[in-house]
């Protein structure tokens, strides 16, 4: 939080999208155990959503240092030498390079994000109803992360020369995005109109 607050570079909007999924995880884990025992689904079901929530917990917590690491590895290739036109070169390359793996946690962060959010559709529909605010802000942490992590690919993008690349990667975010609003909605109907 500290590092967060800082006026350095890192960490940044990625690490906090990380850190917003894994504090959704963890709840999604916390109402999936609570709901072993009263619900509407079974133990299995229950005990299944809440092993894989803890997996994605762990996943996105290594992905806040991760990302800042990501964005620290781009900002290096920036100072490398450009004196010469093969020096001159090398940096542009590698700088493309380091743009292009830039994409690859936020994307991350986005499909652990998706998971949650598809969990907390059937934890909204079938967990413990005495749970339903806890799995309401679990969602909201999810897309959180999600638009976040959204976010970061594309700001990304821009500067990745390869349009076929992007492309690519903003027909994906064009998909993930109706998936979102489609579980937001599916959420939203689940939950008693009071809470959501």
């Given at each position: 939080?500290?590092?967060l607050?800082?006026?350095?570079?890192?960490?940044?909007?990625?690490?906090?999208?990380?850190?917003?999924?894994?504090?959704?995880?963890?709840?999604?884990?916390?109402?999936?155990?609570?709901?072993?025992?009263k619900?509407?689904?079974?133990?299995?079901?229950?005990?299944?959503?809440?092993?894989?929530?803890?997996?994605?917990?762990?996943?996105?917590?290594?992905?806040?240092?991760?990302?800042?690491?990501?964005?620290?590895?781009?900002?290096?290739?920036?100072?490398?030498?450009k004196?010469?036109e093969?020096?001159?070169?090398?940096?542009a390359?590698?700088?493309?390079?380091?743009?292009?793996?830039?994409?690859?946690?936020?994307?991350?962060?986005?499909?652990?994000?998706?998971?949650?959010?598809?969990?907390?559709?059937?934890?909204?529909?079938?967990?413990?109803?005495?749970?339903?605010?806890?799995?309401?802000?679990?969602?909201y942490?999810a897309?959180?992360?999600?638009?976040?992590?959204?976010?970061?690919?594309?700001?990304?993008?821009?500067?990745?020369?390869?349009?076929?690349?992007?492309?690519?990667?903003?027909?994906?975010?064009?998909?993930?995005?109706?998936?979102?609003?489609?579980?937001?909605?599916?959420?939203?109907?689940s939950?008693p109109?009071?809470?959501?």
């Amino acid at each position: 939080m500290e590092k967060l607050a800082s006026d350095g570079p890192t960490p940044g909007g990625g690490s906090a999208s990380a850190f917003a999924g894994a504090l959704s995880a963890s709840l999604v884990a916390m109402v999936a155990g609570l709901s072993v025992n009263k619900g509407r689904l079974t133990k299995k079901e229950a005990k299944d959503i809440r092993r894989k929530a803890l997996t994605i917990q762990r996943r996105l917590h290594r992905a806040i240092a991760e990302d800042a690491k990501s964005f620290d590895s781009v900002m290096a290739t920036f100072r490398l030498p450009k004196r010469t036109e093969k020096e001159r070169l090398h940096r542009a390359k590698m700088i493309q390079r380091a743009y292009r793996k830039a994409t690859v946690i936020p994307e991350r962060v986005c499909k652990s994000s998706a998971e949650l959010l598809e969990f907390c559709r059937i934890l909204a529909a079938k967990g413990n109803p005495n749970a339903w605010s806890d799995i309401g802000v679990a969602a909201y942490l999810a897309n959180a992360a999600l638009q976040g992590g959204t976010l970061n690919v594309k700001i990304n993008l821009i500067s990745i020369r390869d349009r076929s690349f992007g492309d690519k990667k903003l027909q994906w975010i064009r998909r993930l995005s109706r998936k979102r609003e489609r579980l937001i909605s599916q959420i939203q109907k689940s939950l008693p109109e009071a809470v959501w």
